[in-house]
């Protein structure tokens, strides 16, 4: 349905997009992951049509979108400070799309669109009036009235708290999955992007590092910048592994993935076994948090809990790793 | 905005080349070279003992004004930032108000109070039963200063304790464990550390008086002469526009000097906030001090605005309504050649073409500012607030007389002229309002289907609404009052009601007097209606969006 091929953008001497291909299906919600700075924001602009890339061809249902102007498009976007009109009521600021548009029974969908996003009381408010949460959702519903086909997110849920944050995020995807609609949306957060996305982009310096299910980027991700970004630890490279368990391994840099690792028992004798310091310990109720220190490198890890005792933080522990989860790196 | 509207936002710099540059332009050409060829001699002809004296004058005129303003205003900020009282806020705003008053206006309180016909005489005669005027001050360098004061009060009193209000009392309270008391603390410590807001009062205040123009030729019957008196004079009584050309080229010399050195001066003082919270006076000597200096402040400012109204509505038999309704008929017929009602309707055509054309080109000039490079666009569009009324209305009759400009007949002429002085006013109060809509707004509304001609008109407009009203007041009070420019350009059919009232003034007898005054309040009210709306919107302004 979109097509992104090769687009290139920079602002003055900074590169700040280089040759990012992107496509979206109908009715998919891909989000857009990275550190800020990584260019994300500016590919949202450029699809939306508020920035001219300098190269490259965007494509939406065939048709070239180079020369539509951002008021013929029929997206949505939604801003990060959520620019409602400080001029108009819930209700004016909702309507105004579909004013714009000249569409049809304007008040009815309107009063839909409120309700989907659970504000049907608050038309007449005004929206100096409304909370940051209620904001957000006014922001939505006046994305969501004119029917977009294609709907963008700018951290959608950034100026809001953490726990609003966890209560509306299932919202927004379930709203998005009921009405079909086709969703990029931007975060830095890797929570977010997995609980709303079928697919996430995770942008590094104005390039797309890897482009798959939160599943498949959380257990199989491609480099050393998607494995460090996702929080699944730092890389090692082969001499490492080989000096610290004696095995062999093909490739010259490896992630040593969390989900595998677990403390050697005496019984268990499978997988690469490595020795190091227990550094830190915490309890987070279902499990513990473990800091392990092995020949200068640092690996955290969850241990479910387990009937044995954790030992005392400077104890020596000894690890076990599945060698299914021994990821070679690009 | 569209492509389409885009070469609308140049319109404001056709404006400004056609009406400000063009005739600022004819004034050196006719000043310099009348035959096409540099001819400085001319310019030496005005180094004459006449014109030397003209330009002593001014000078002169203007320093005593700025000393005893400054002299005077120093304690009442004084008071007005030690100390909260019941009154002081109303106090600043009066002080404002006879600031933004027009000069006819204020010439017309000072007359009314303390002119040959005033009040004072009035009382002296009742009191003291004199006859003939006791106390005669038209002419004198006296009435013209006490104008002076009662106008430019307001600009010290601002600066001052705007300045005041900022400074933390670390360093007086320095001074003070180190032994300085009373005069020695005033001396050696408050003085000097105000020294950069003393500057840019005095400096502004020379400005002001320098080129004054209406209290001088009303209150100092054209026994003195000031540069801008002396322009006006050589162009219009005895049409030596050479000379005058010269004299204009001198003065405009002189004011973009002086602009510069206030706007650098002023670049030095912080941005004024809400007066700090201050203490109640306590004991008699407060007490004093504070009455002292309120009442002072009360006299001088509200005294000849009450004697305006009285003098209004008294005739020989005590109150009486007859100059309000004399205002309608031509009693004189030949001197005015219009009855002052007409003069009234004139005043308000041109104020309202004034605010529509200085509201279009000031909402165009701001947008403009928005997407160019603003440090060059918003000195040139404060250019003419560094240029005297009376330099303009010379340079509009010379230079839009003779094709392919002749707009002599025109009757925008003087709405145009008007437009060049409230500009930069106009300009400043949209400016902010349209730099405070954040851009995602403007991104939002075009995201969801608005065309640029929609943003415009469904976003900024809107949101601009508070900014255009304050430019629309300005506006319209500027044309009201403007008078050195309508002097100049009016045509006798087409006089205006500042105009109007210089010639009522200028003749003699109760009737002419009596209907200046009338005139007068009509325009005071005017102004403090605009006045008082526009600092209601300013104040409320602060807190929405």
Known sequence: MLHLRKICKSFGDTQVLSNVSLELQNGEIVCLLGPSGCGKTTLLRIIAGLETPDAGDLRFQGRDLGDVPVHERNFGLMFQDHALFPHMTVAQNVAFGLRMRGQERVEERTSETLSLVGLQAMGQRDVSTLSGGEQQRVALARSLAPRPSLLMLDEPLGSLDAGLRERLLPELRQIFVETGQTVITVTHDQQEASAIADRIAILNAGRIEQCDTPQVVYARPRNAFVAGFMGLGNPVCREWLVAQTGATFAGHSFLLHPAGMRRANAAGNAGVMLEGNLAQRSY?????????HVAGKTFRFRLPLEVSPVPE?????????????????? | MTRLARPLLLLPLLFLALFYVWPLLSILVLGLAPDGALALEQLWQLVSPWHLNVLAFTIVQALLSTVITIALALPAAWVCVRWSFPGRSMLLSLSTLAFVLPTVVVAAAISALIGSRGLVNDLLRHLLALDGVPLRLEGTLA????????????????????????????????????????????????LPLLRPALLAAATLIFIFTFTSFGVIVILGELRFSTLEVEIYLQAVNLFNLPVAAGLSIVQITLMFVLMLVYSRLRQRLPIALRAAQAPRPQGWRQWLAVCAAGGFMLVLLAAPLLALVIRSLSGAEGLTGAWYAALSQ?????????????????????????TAIALVLGLLAASLMQRRNRRWLDPLFMLPLATSAVTLGFGFIVALDE??????????????????????????????????????????????????????????????????????????????????????IARPANATIP?????????????????????????????SLGFVVIERVQRAGSGAF
Do not use: K
């Open chain 2, 499 to 527: 105009v109007v009232i210089y010639r009522l003034l200028g003749q003699p007898g109760t009737m002419n007097m009596g209907q200046a005054m009338a005139m007068s309040v009509i325009l005071l009210l005017t102004c």
């Open chain 1, 284 to 292: 987070e109720g279902e499990s513990w948090r473990l800091t392990v």
């Open chain 2, 403 to 488: 094709p392919p400009l002749d707009l002599r007949a025109s009757p925008l002429l003087i709405p145009i002229a008007h437009t060049l002085v409230a500009l930069p006013f106009v300009v400043r109060s949209i400016l902010p309002s349209l730099d405070s809509i954040s851009p995602s707004l403007r991104e939002s509304a075009s995201v969801l289907g608005a065309t640029p001609w929609q943003v415009w008109r469904q976003i900024d407009l809107p949101l601009v609404s508070r900014g255009l009203m304050v430019g629309a007041i300005f506006a319209f009070t500027i044309s009201m009052g403007e008078f050195g420019a309508s002097l100049f």
């Open chain 1, 313 to 330: 933080a400077g104890a020596r522990v000894r690890l076990q790793i599945d060698r299914d989860w021994i990821l070679p790196l690009e």
């Open chain 2, 143 to 190: 009435i013209i200063l006490i104008a002076h004061v009662f106008y430019n009060f307001a600009v010290a009193l601002r600066i001052i304790t705007g300045y005041w209000a900022n400074r933390s009392t670390m360093h007086e309270d320095a001074a003070r464990v180190l032994g300085a008391q009373g005069w020695r603390l005033w001396w050696e410590v408050r």
């Open chain 2, 330 to 354: 031509d009693v004189r017929g030949s001197v005015l050649f219009v009855p002052p009602v007409q003069a009234v309707g004139n005043s308000l055509f041109f104020a309202l073409c004034t």
